[in-house]
Structures are given as C-alpha cells and as structure tokens.
C-alpha cells in the first residue's frame, strides 16, 4: 500500500472530514534532483502536494527518472507544455508518456504529439535521420508502432519546411509525388535558442486547414514578431500585422483561441492574432480558465491573479508555473532582484477557503497539472 492510499485512510475516520470533490486537490509538480550538478544528466522527481477542504496535508514522491542520458533528452517535463490524460498518463513536451499511476515510462522517444484519439496518442515524426512519419501509441496494449499505411494522415495541412541551412530561413513546400516548391525566400528567423539546445527552434507555424497556414517570421534580434497567412495552393502569403515582442529563450508556440483568432505564447507573453480583422494585440489580461486569470503586466508588488474579474492576489511569477483547475490555483513564487528571479515556493488559492496557502518546495522545473486525488 503507498502513502497516498494510507493517507486517504487515515484521512476518511477523521472527524468531521467531508469529502465533497471540490474539497480534494493534489498538484503534481516536478523538481530537478541534480539539474546543476551534472550537465551531461539529471534526474526528476514528480511530487503529489495534497490539499482536504483547502488545508494542505503533504505531499508524496511519485516517481522518479532520469532527464537525460549519456549527454542527450530522455524523459524531460520542463521542454514545452505538459498534457494529463485521464488523471494518470503524463504527455510531455517532447512525447514522453509517464504513467504516474503504475510508476513507470511507457515511452521515452522524442516525437511531436497530433492528438489523442481512441485511447491512443498519435504523433508525427519529421526527422533528418529518422525521416517523417506517424505513430500510435495504444493505452490499452502499451505498444508503440509506426504506421505503414502511406495514406494515413491525421494532421491537417501540407508537407512545409524551414530551411536553417541560410539566413533569414526559406519555407519549402514538399507536394507528393511532386518536385520540392520554394514557398517563401525570406521567411525571417526563429525565436532565440534555448541555452541547453545546439539548434535553433523553427517558427511556430499553424494550419487552418489543408491549404492555409499562418507563421511567425521574427526578425533577428526576436524583438519584432510578422505574421503571415499563406496559400499553399496559390502561393500567395498576406501580411497579417506585426508586433514588439521580448526575446525570450523558452519559445514560442501558435494555438487556436477561437474561431476566428490564434495566440501565440512567447515567453511572458501572449499575442493574439485576428485573422478576419486581419489584427495583432497583446492583451492586458490572460485569457480565463476556470474562472482564474492574471494581469500581463507587473506592478510593484508582482501581477495581479483574478478570480471570476475579481483580484485575489499580486505576486511575481512565471506564466509557466501558474495552473489552475476548477476552484483552485496554484504558482511558484518569484523574488526579483534586477534582472534576476528566485523562487519562493509554492502559493495555492482555495475558493473554500479564500486565502493563499504558503507550501516550501524545492526548486520547481515544472508544473504537471492538478487532479482530483
């Protein structure tokens, strides 16, 4: 039997314990065990931070894994945007799959995740050496295979490239059966590398369908942000607008906001993309999830969070580490000094209880996401 399933036990014959599902939490954060010790590995470690009727009860280790091996990714949760699916598999960045459940990796390969369909992630692969195709990874059998059927195809659009190997990059279009097209000579730069990473990320690029894309073209110095819609049948690419941006090394990424507009996240930013008025604002308030949302901008005391328009605190904080589920929010606490932030631990806000609860932790890599036990 593990901590948590004593915890709940003991927990469930305590007096006056009323377990109504918004009254149990659990964050699921991970922390680097040695990320400044070794640059060639590190391990990570996922935690559970319980929380019973807006009281904090502990926490328990989940799992560990090692980052990196021999020099190169292994399992990473702190490369982009981590998914939970059905409270127990953890899709990282990269295309990891963690079962936090059984404790185990069920895939440690890198590939880019299309969508969960079935009960079974399907990915695609672009690769200069291990070339392009789809993948499935089934929960129900935990088998991993490549799909032969040629015809297979579950992401919308066409087979577009950047060209790194000149500056400012080229798009290039690869119709089948046809010879290779250059759609754009001058497709601007990508945004600024990470520090751990020997290549430069592609612009974020993203399809309204199978003959429209819209791309970000940034400039050199990635303090200006173009953005293009472009015909893949026609050729012909309009400007959109463009917009200041601050260079930023954790990337940046294009998703749908609504039907008729795209966000792109950009460090601490978030820029949004009219495509029928055909313009670019950068909002002065995050766009709500579950009732919560922040100011963009700090002010002395940090950003502001929100609760249903109502402010419920300030402090400083990055906008990766702030995740909310339904009545509940947590961040990690940042001191500014200059240029530099430190954490501060964890800050959790409860609606049962209407206060900010402070929990020590360890150094945050990432945020995985709250569920409900």
């Not at 672009?126 to 499935?136: E, T």
């Not at 917009?243 to 949004?272: F, W």
């Amino acid at each position: 039997m593990n901590l948590r399933s004593i915890r709940w036990i003991i927990l469930l014959f305590l007096p006056g314990v009323q377990f109504a599902q918004e009254g149990m939490h659990s964050l699921l954060v991970a922390h680097a065990v040695n990320a400044e010790g070794s640059k060639a590995n590190f391990r990570q470690t996922i935690y559970s931070y319980h929380f019973l009727n807006g009281t904090y009860t502990g926490r328990d280790e989940i799992m560990s894994f090692d980052g990196k091996k021999n020099g190169r990714d292994y399992v990473r949760t702190d490369k982009g945007d981590n998914f939970l699916y059905k409270d127990r598999y953890v899709i990282t960045g990269i295309g990891n799959i963690i079962d936090i459940v059984d404790k185990k990796v069920l895939f440690d390969g890198k590939a880019n995740l299309v969508k969960i369909s079935n009960d079974s992630v399907i990915y695609y692969t672009n690769d200069a050496f291990k070339g392009k195709f789809y993948s499935v990874y089934n929960f129900k059998t935990h088998t991993y295979s490549e799909v032969t059927n040629l015809l297979f195809k579950a992401k919308t659009g066409k087979e577009v490239e950047f060209d790194k190997t000149v500056t400012p990059f080229k798009i290039n279009y690869y119709p089948q059966g046809k010879p290779n097209v250059e759609l754009i000579q001058d497709a601007g730069f990508g945004p600024l590398r990470r520090s751990d990473s020997k290549y430069t990320a592609d612009p974020p690029v993203f399809w309204l369908n199978d003959s429209l894309f819209v791309y970000v073209n940034f400039n050199k110095a990635n303090t200006e942000a173009a953005f293009y819609q472009v015909n893949i049948e026609t050729h012909l690419f309009n400007l959109l607008g463009t917009s200041t941006i601050i260079p930023d090394t954790r990337g940046a990424s294009l998703k749908r906001l609504s039907s008729n507009e795209l966000v792109m996240n950009y460090g601490y930013m978030d820029v949004i993309v009219n495509l029928e008025k055909k313009t670019i604002t950068i909002p002065l308030e995050s766009k709500a999830v579950n009732g919560f949302s922040y100011l963009y901008k700090a002010g002395p005391k940090g950003r502001v969070i929100l609760y249903h328009g109502k402010e419920i605190g300030q402090f400083f904080f990055n906008s990766g580490n702030f995740a909310c589920a339904e009545n509940c929010v947590g961040l990690v606490k940042e001191l500014i000094v200059g240029e530099e932030s430190y954490q501060q631990g964890l800050k959790i806000w409860i609606k049962s209880k209407n206060t900010w609860l402070n929990v020590d932790a360890e150094e945050v890599l990432s945020f995985i996401g709250w569920v409900n036990w």
